[in-house]
């Protein structure tokens, strides 16, 4: 008997409404996970489950704190032969930088599932259980293994690369628009049709041994007419790096380059992403990053091109190794 671990966080799939006809008027994370688990308590029988209740917040509210406790958590777990696989509920806000974050610290093959619901768990039509379910169900999949952190919600499986919340209130919000899904669970059965090729889990180089905060990295959004006003701000406030997200495949204009050259020269790492929600993001194609010293996003969002920088500058600073992870990555 395949032995699965829960870790609950809180988020709309531990919330509730006044209503049952409420989807969005709710308060989260405040159902406990053995309340939750009551909901799929026909997986008992095939499988052991354990759980642990180690945050109950709006995921708007998760910190770095909590992120590396869960990933101590999880990598401890994953070290004993009995634990088979992870299952971690949490509330769609955040949910896919906090899967990201997980690909690229968790060093284990074995399965890590997030799982997160868009409506509580008083509406007629809740979602929660049901992605709870699949969650476990792929969490004790043989076919789950090696593929690094996923996210299953709707019937789907996500890598946590590709992934993204697509939707503020619809159940089916978890897409990755162009590069697709790795699969379906339809009848308590998963259906993989493709695989990660980039490097995640225990194939990275990322360590959080002795690591008890990050660099500061922030998110810069480009619009008409930016003056690079905001980026000076940025660097007072004692940043180490930052994103741009982007006009196009990464564009900024003139007066931007010029701020973000000047901050470049003085140790801060640039990171070109785009606002646009798809594409790829090249090294030399909208900017010469090569005469700017900047480094491009490849097909990271800003949020989840942030996470890898911050991992990055806890190894070095050096601008040919940085890119060479946005391209592993």
Request: charged share 20%; proline share 4%.
């Amino acid at each position: 008997m395949k032995h699965i671990v829960i870790l609950a966080t809180g988020g709309t799939i531990a919330g509730k409404a006044s209503s049952k006809a409420h989807t969005a008027a709710y308060q989260s994370a405040v159902v406990s996970i053995n309340e939750l688990l009551q909901e799929i308590g026909s997986l008992a029988d095939t499988l052991q489950i354990t759980s642990e209740q180690i945050a109950q917040i709006d995921s708007a509210d998760m910190t770095f704190e909590l992120w590396l406790a869960m990933a101590h958590r999880i990598n401890e777990l994953l070290r004993q032969p009995e634990v088979d696989g992870i299952v971690i509920t949490h509330g769609t806000d955040t949910l896919e930088e906090t899967a990201y974050f997980l690909n690229l610290v968790v060093k284990s093959s074995k399965p890590v599932v997030l799982v997160g619901a868009m409506r509580p768990t008083t509406a007629i039509s809740c979602d929660g259980p049901m992605n709870l379910y699949n969650g476990v169900i792929l969490a004790a999949h043989p076919a789950a293994a090696g593929k690094g952190v996923l996210v299953t919600l709707n019937d789907t499986i996500n890598a946590s690369r590709d992934v993204t919340k697509t939707n503020t209130a619809l159940p089916d919000t978890f897409k990755a628009p162009e590069l697709g899904y790795l699969g379906y669970i339809i009848d308590g059965q998963p259906h993989f049709y493709r695989a990660p090729i980039r490097k995640h889990t225990y194939m990275t180089e990322f360590s959080l041994e002795n690591i008890t905060e990050f660099p500061k990295v922030d998110i810069l959004y480009g619009y008409v007419h930016d003056t690079g006003m905001l980026a000076y701000v940025a660097e007072q406030a004692g940043v180490r790096g930052l994103i741009y997200a982007g006009l196009g495949s990464g564009n900024m204009p003139k007066a931007v380059k010029t701020t973000l050259r000047a901050l470049q020269k003085q140790g801060i790492i640039i990171v070109r992403s785009t606002r646009v929600p798809n594409g790829i993001v090249l090294r030399n194609g909208a900017i010469n990053d090569d005469d700017y010293h900047f480094i491009a996003g490849d097909t990271l969002s800003p949020q989840k091109a942030r996470i890898l920088l911050m991992l990055a500058l806890t190894k070095t600073t050096d601008l040919t190794a940085i890119q060479d992870m946005f391209w592993q990555y």
